[in-house]
């Protein structure tokens, strides 16, 4: 069984009323960009555990994580009263295969997030692999207003020094927004605004799609490409669609 090592909270960034940042200084295991690991408090004698990308790189300190504070959420509650110094459980070895490892060759990659689901694609465009493997990489980016739109500098940095190879596109989808289609993803990808605004056609001998974060946008969407020939990714069966639920 995995086990748990002590953290140092180093840094809680309040982005808004529901988003923020935790920093955690903690010697965890390697793990590749993409990966989870569970983070706990003991909440009232019980060790209360859930799982959260890593967003920051491998091999970077301090760990990076992402969070929503879930209304009525149990522990995202307590996280985001930490504060500097204090003390967070975190398992010392990662999981998952939300992975570059695991896609097969393709030359255009397609990240899709929502919210938080952003974090783990956030690590990934941090390591050199994705630049080594695809000709195109497209990060998606959709929110509910544009205040919940994070990470803005590091996506900038990104388009900066990965020039056209990067494209991005952020959707918004309460309020209108500056330099966000408006609505959710999958309207757009079902009307073909996605393809044109971003300026890039999917096509079944090119494209892979990475989705992460809300559930109903991971279904609607991998629905949507399926009935455009794409395939859900499996180790025994490679195909094109690789998706994490948060929830
Ligand atoms: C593989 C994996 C990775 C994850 N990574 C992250 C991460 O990086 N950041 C993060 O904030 N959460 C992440 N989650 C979700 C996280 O594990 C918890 O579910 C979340 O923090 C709520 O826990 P809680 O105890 O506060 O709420 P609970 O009392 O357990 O309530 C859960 C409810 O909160 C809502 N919810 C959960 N997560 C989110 C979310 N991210 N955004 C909006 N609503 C949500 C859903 O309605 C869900 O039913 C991940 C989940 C999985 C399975």
Redesign the pocket.
């Known amino acids: 069984m995995a086990e748990w090592i002590e953290g140092i909270v180093v840094d809680n960034i309040h982005w808004t009323d529901n988003l923020f940042t935790l920093k955690i200084d903690a010697g965890v295991a390697s793990f590749n960009a993409g990966q ?1 690991t569970s983070l706990a408090l003991d909440i009232d004698g019980e060790r ?1 555990a ?6 920051s790189a491998p091999g970077s300190q301090p760990l990076e ?15 985001v009263a930490l504060t500097p110094g204090d003390s967070v459980y975190v398992k010392n070895q990662a ?2 295969f ?1 992975t570059l490892q695991e896609i097969p060759e393709c030359e255009e990659m397609w990240m899709i997030g ?4 952003i ?2 694609f956030l690590s990934m465009l941090a390591t050199e692999e994705p630049w080594q493997r695809f000709k195109k990489v497209v990060l998606v980016y959709a929110t509910r207003t544009a205040q919940d739109r994070r990470y803005q500098t590091m996506i900038e940095q990104f388009k900066i020094d990965r020039g056209d190879q990067f494209l991005f596109q952020s959707f918004v989808s309460r309020e209108a927004a500056t330099n966000a289609l408006p609505g959710r993803i999958p309207a757009a990808l079902e009307s073909g605004k996605l393809e044109a605004n971003v300026g890039l056609e999917l096509d079944t001998e090119r494209s892979h799609f990475m989705l992460c ?2 559930p109903d946008m991971v279904s609607e969407v991998t629905e949507l490409l399926k009935a455009r020939g794409f395939r859900k990714n499996r180790r025994r069966t490679p195909g094109h669609i690789t998706a ?4």
């Open positions: 989870f209360i859930r799982p959260y990308s890593f967003l994580f992402f969070f929503y504070t879930a209304t009525d959420g149990v522990l995202s509650n307590e996280l999981n998952g939300f929502t919210g938080t689901g974090a783990p974060g809300n994490e639920n948060y929830w």
